[in-house]
């Protein structure tokens, strides 16, 4: 299949579409190998490129360039690649968890997952300051592909695209069955086949018009983060302090019971519209400005993630203060 792909970025959207298609009849266990065996080799691949960037890289300019800004440069950018990664990644941190071994320590799951995410990117993010160095114009183009693909010699083109493609797919594996999931979560019972289906028609209608409409693949990508990271953000953020304020001891299997007398978290829910909609307030993008969005946030969008991400912890601390709960039984 990859041999008829070629590199740009129209090419690996429909490809990688095309294979996360396919895993779709796959079982559990199946796809947990698939997911295994693609992370260890795109991950490998990956180094191999880094490596041709260590080559490459003109090394005077890199020890040359001026100290950026933490506040204004360096945070915004961590925003912009948490919203992409760790921040999306928690859609479908349910369905990951089935795959974890019940044995398993909660120290090491956390430390494991939080390394493993956290070291890759840091290496990433060094890694696209020396591609930088070999292609000045990076940060501008609209197509950040095409120019890492010209960073790289001719001839390793395919395994190239193996690793942009290809790194997709191992996340679409677990995401496409926590869909099912995440709907059950607000009342829509389907079956795996229907939500598989109908978030796969979702899929393709965006990266149709993302890929050969809109003609701007960077900035439609930036927006996409942007909006859903601050949605993200707090939402994450509210089953952090939940847990650490009530779940010590684990979710009590009662009140996940259909017959109930706890529906909803409202605390949890109240803080989440509160923080999205500050979140909101102090973005900026090509869509609109918010009403905050001034000074440092004026053109740092990103740091409304952030925004929102304090913000539900504080409402929901504040909930906790004046609520006063008796016990974790009564929160959904």
Same mark, same amino acid.
């Given at each position: 299949?990859?041999? =008829?792909? /070629?590199?740009?970025?129209?090419?690996?959207?429909?490809?990688?579409? !095309?294979?996360s298609f396919r895993a779709w009849w796959l079982t559990e266990e199946t796809l947990a190998k698939i997911q295994t065996w693609l992370s260890w080799i795109f991950g490998l691949l990956t180094l191999v490129i880094l490596g041709f960037f260590l080559i490459r890289?003109? *090394?005077?300019?890199?020890?040359?360039?001026?100290?950026?800004? *933490?506040?204004?440069?360096?945070?915004?950018?961590?925003? &912009?690649?948490?919203?992409?990664?760790?921040?999306?990644?928690?859609?479908?941190?349910?369905?990951?968890?089935?795959?974890? =071994?019940?044995?398993?320590?909660?120290?090491?799951?956390?430390?494991?997952?939080?390394?493993?995410?956290?070291?890759?990117?840091?290496?990433?993010?060094? #890694?696209?300051?020396?591609?930088?160095?070999?292609?000045?114009?990076? !940060?501008?183009?609209?197509?950040?592909?095409?120019?890492?693909?010209?960073?790289?010699?001719?001839?390793?083109?395919?395994?190239?695209?193996?690793?942009?493609?290809?790194?997709?797919?191992?996340?679409?594996?677990?995401?496409?069955?926590?869909?099912?999931?995440?709907?059950?979560?607000? #009342?829509?019972?389907?079956?795996?086949?229907?939500?598989?289906?109908?978030?796969?028609?979702?899929?393709?209608?965006?990266?149709?018009?993302?890929?050969?409409?809109?003609?701007?693949?960077? #900035?439609?990508?930036?927006?996409?983060?942007?909006?859903?990271?601050?949605?993200?953000?707090? *939402?994450? !953020?509210? &089953?952090?302090?939940?847990?650490?304020?009530?779940?010590?001891?684990?979710?009590?299997?009662?009140?996940?019971?259909?017959?109930?007398?706890?529906?909803?978290? *409202?605390?949890?829910?109240?803080?989440?519209?509160?923080?999205?909609?500050?979140? &909101?307030?102090?973005?900026? =993008?090509?869509?609109?400005?918010?009403?905050?969005?001034? /000074?440092?946030?004026?053109? =740092?969008?990103?740091?409304?993630?952030?925004?929102?991400?304090?913000?539900?912890?504080?409402?929901?601390?504040?909930?906790?203060?004046?609520?006063?709960?008796?016990?974790?039984?009564?929160?959904?």
């Amino acid at each position: 299949m990859y041999a =008829n792909c /070629g590199s740009s970025t129209h090419q690996k959207g429909v490809c990688s579409q !095309a294979t996360s298609f396919r895993a779709w009849w796959l079982t559990e266990e199946t796809l947990a190998k698939i997911q295994t065996w693609l992370s260890w080799i795109f991950g490998l691949l990956t180094l191999v490129i880094l490596g041709f960037f260590l080559i490459r890289a003109n *090394w005077d300019v890199a020890m040359r360039m001026p100290a950026g800004n *933490w506040l204004t440069g360096w945070l915004p950018a961590v925003a &912009f690649i948490a919203a992409g990664s760790s921040i999306s990644w928690s859609m479908a941190a349910a369905d990951w968890g089935a795959y974890v =071994n019940p044995q398993t320590k909660p120290a090491a799951t956390f430390w494991n997952t939080t390394l493993g995410l956290a070291i890759p990117l840091f290496v990433l993010m060094a #890694g696209g300051i020396l591609l930088s160095t070999i292609s000045p114009h990076l !940060a501008s183009a609209s197509d950040p592909y095409q120019v890492m693909y010209e960073a790289v010699p001719a001839w390793f083109g395919a395994l190239y695209f193996l690793v942009a493609a290809g790194g997709l797919i191992p996340q679409c594996l677990v995401s496409f069955r926590s869909a099912r999931i995440n709907l059950a979560t607000v #009342g829509i019972k389907v079956s795996q086949r229907t939500s598989l289906t109908l978030h796969g028609i979702i899929i393709v209608v965006i990266s149709v018009y993302v890929l050969f409409i809109s003609g701007d693949f960077l #900035g439609n990508f930036e927006l996409f983060l942007n909006f859903l990271g601050i949605c993200l953000a707090s *939402w994450v !953020a509210i &089953f952090l302090v939940d847990s650490v304020l009530y779940r010590q001891r684990g979710y009590d299997i009662n009140l996940m019971r259909a017959d109930s007398q706890v529906h909803y978290n *409202w605390p949890g829910i109240i803080s989440w519209v509160i923080a999205t909609i500050t979140g &909101f307030l102090f973005t900026s =993008n090509s869509l609109y400005r918010g009403l905050f969005a001034r /000074g440092i946030f004026a053109d =740092n969008s990103s740091l409304a993630v952030f925004m929102a991400g304090l913000v539900a912890i504080i409402v929901m601390g504040l909930f906790a203060i004046i609520s006063k709960p008796k016990g974790a039984a009564s929160h959904g």
